[in-house]
Structure formats: C-alpha cells, structure tokens
C-alpha cells in the first residue's frame, strides 16, 4: 500500500505558520528575565516575590498542555491553536498594564496557560500536515523557533535593553494578536484529524494501556528538568564562577544558537539515522556539555560549552517533540503530546528547584551541573526502552 502524496504547500503553509507562533511563544517565555529588573523596580519587588512572578508563568504551562491537548482532539487543533494564541498575547498585554503583584501574577499564569496549550498542537499540526517521513525535520523545522525566539530576547539583553519594561510584554503581546487573522485565512486542519473527528477515543487504552506513555514521560521529565536548570539557573552559575554579567549573557546567547541549530539538525538525523543513535549522540552531548560548563574556566571554552548545551539539551527536547507523535493514533494524538509535555513542564519546575537548594547547601557551581547527570541517564534509558517498542 502506498503512502498519501503530501501537499508541499500545505506542509510548508503549516510550518511557516506554526514556525511563527513557536518564535513568539520563545520570545515570550524569556520576556519575564527581561523585564525583571524593571518590574522588580516598579512594584518594589524583592527575590522572593519575583521568584513567584516567574513561577507564575511555568505553573501555568501545566495545565494549558494538558487541557489544550485534550481539547485539540475534540475540537481540532486550529482551533485551539488559535485560543492558546489569542490568550497568551491578551495576557502578555496584560502583564504590561498590571497594577499591582496579584494582577501581575495572575496575568503571568494565564500566558502561561495560552502558551502551555500552543504546544502540543503546534507539534499536532506539523506532524500530521509533514506525514510520517517526514515528521522529524518538520517538527524540528517548527520547533527551532522556540530557541531562537528566546535568542532575540537574550539578543535584547546583550544590547543594554533600557527602555520601559512593559514594552517587552507590548512586542510579546501584539505579535501574536496581529498574526492572529493569518492563522485563521491560511493554517490548514489537519486532515488526519478531519478524517476521525467522529471517532470516540478510550484515553485510558490507547494512553495508559501501553508502556510507551510511562517510558516518554520518564525521558521529557528528565530532560527537560536539565534543560531549565540551564535556563534559569546557568548565568548565575557563571556569575559565580567568576564571569561577568555580560560575559554570561554571551554564553546564554549561544546556548540559545546552540538550541536552535541543534533543535533542526537532530531533526534532520533523526530521519536519516536509526532512533537509538539519534538518542545516544543527544545525551551523550548534554553530558559532555555539562562537564564542559563546570570546568572551563575561560570565555572562549565557556562559549563552546554553552553552544553544545544548548544544540544537545534543547535539540533533544525536540527530538521528544518529534518522536512523542509517532506513539499515539490520530484521536488521541494531542492528548498524549500534551500530557508528556505537562509531565516535562514538572521537570521544568522541579529542576531550578533542586539547583537552588543544592546550591544553598554548598554544592558549586560544577556540582549542580553535574549532579545532573543521573537525570540525564535515567531519561537516556528511558528514551531507549522506548524506541524499542512499536509505535502506535
């Protein structure tokens, strides 16, 4: 039986579509670290107080993830992609037009709700419009927007940003609003999903009933808790070990060069590579980089460093996005995305933790990168289990 011919218009349609609101929705997840030092000035806001505004924005992933791609199942994933849209640009408006630490608060979790839900049908839609070949690169393609969204808002801190805060939620905000009427003229449906609309899908078989679910939460757990411990804790790390502030912003920035080109040429190896080799380079990749980043002890190595982290620790995570569709039948396809992304989203929580009190504890710097590396393992193992198994 042969395969469907593929529409390239309307793979590339979707792509460039999708890839748009990954680069907003990258460039938004940073906006909060931009805007901080004026925030924390306009609401006289101690470290305590603007570790809640940012935690306000990654709890509300969670449940966005979770009950966007339960909804895309139901409702179809243009649909909910265009809500989640409109609901983390009205809220970035929002966080611009705060008047006091609650209503900030509240809008940083609502965007963080509208985020969490474009997720998995951003990964829905590119999946089911590339078709199975080509799934890989496509998600890969999209997903790299995400990095080097968050690499224009490191690009912005490189540069001195000075003005008034709230013109980095103003950016955040408006761009997602005015591609809004784009997303409704010209994204397409999924016709994978048009095509079982009508069925009625058992979600505690088809998620729970195969080993597949438990294997790829381990793996995006962990993964992704390596992942922000880089993010949120990395320029400080540096800080400490010597660098200055804006040394630190150049390596961020190439972690986050690091993660776009890695995100799109995993995607790439993934589809031209067995999975199992795809998988052993990625983490052998973030465990070498996270020897790297607790031993280099100058700029130029500290660079490299940082380039590598972010190519195979973000680059990986989109290998998860890629490979995370192959596992699930069409009608609960979202769903499941989604729920491994929310189980990844805990990791996300749960890692910046974890370095804060093993650093409060006397661990260094090179000690909470790599006390990582168990994690790391455990998803590697995980993520091999899995490809073990036949996909759904």
Not at 14 to 34: M, P, S, W, Y
Not at 101 to 112: C, D, I, N
Not at 117 to 145: D, H, K, Q, W
Request: with cysteine.
């Amino acid at each position: 039986m042969t395969s469907p011919a593929i529409d390239t218009s309307r793979v590339s349609i979707t792509i460039g579509l999708c890839f748009l609101v990954a680069l907003l929705e990258g460039l938004d997840l940073q906006a909060a670290g931009i805007a901080a030092p004026g925030m924390a000035s306009a609401f006289a806001l101690g470290k305590l107080q603007m570790g809640w505004v940012f935690s306000a924005g990654i709890l509300g992933l969670l449940p966005g993830a979770l009950v966007g791609g339960w909804l895309a199942d139901r409702f179809g994933r243009k649909r909910v992609l265009i809500a989640s849209v409109a609901l983390f640009g009205v809220f970035s408006l929002a966080t611009a037009h705060a008047w006091s630490l609650p209503s900030l608060l509240m809008a940083r979790l609502l965007t963080g709700v509208g985020l969490g839900a474009a997720l998995p049908n951003l990964i829905a839609l590119t999946s089911e419009a590339a078709g199975e070949r080509l799934r890989g690169s496509a998600v890969s393609l999209m997903y790299c927007g995400v990095p080097l969204g968050a690499a224009l808002a490191a690009g912005i801190g490189i540069a001195g940003y000075s003005g008034d805060w709230q013109r980095v939620f103003h950016v955040g905000g408006a761009g997602p609003l005015l591609i809004l009427p784009l997303l409704l003229r010209y994204l397409p449906e999924s016709n994978q999903f048009r095509a079982t609309a009508e069925a009625t899908p058992n979600l505690r078989r088809e998620l729970f009933g195969q080993g597949a679910t438990w294997l790829l939460w381990l793996s995006y757990f962990f993964t992704l808790m390596v992942v922000y411990i880089l993010i949120n804790w990395l320029p400080s790390l540096l800080v400490g070990q010597g660098f200055s502030s804006h040394d630190a912003s150049w390596v961020m920035f190439a972690l986050q060069i690091g993660a776009a080109i890695g995100t799109l040429a995993l995607g790439l190896l993934l589809e031209r590579l067995p999975a199992w080799a795809t998988a052993a380079l990625v983490y052998l990749g973030i465990l070498a980089a996270l020897a790297g980043l607790g031993l280099a002890n100058e700029l130029t190595g500290m660079l490299v460093a940082g380039f590598c982290a972010g190519f195979f620790a973000t680059g990986g995570q989109g290998v998860l996005y890629a490979l995370a569709p192959h596992f699930y039948p069409v009608r609960v396809r979202a769903t499941g995305v989604g729920a491994a992304v929310a189980v990844g989203r805990l990791g996300a929580m749960s890692g910046p933790l974890v370095a804060g009190q093993m650093l409060a504890l006397g661990a260094g710097s090179a000690g909470v990168l790599l006390a990582s590396a168990p994690g790391v393992v455990i998803a590697a193992l995980a993520l091999f289990r899995l490809i073990g198994r036949r996909p759904a």
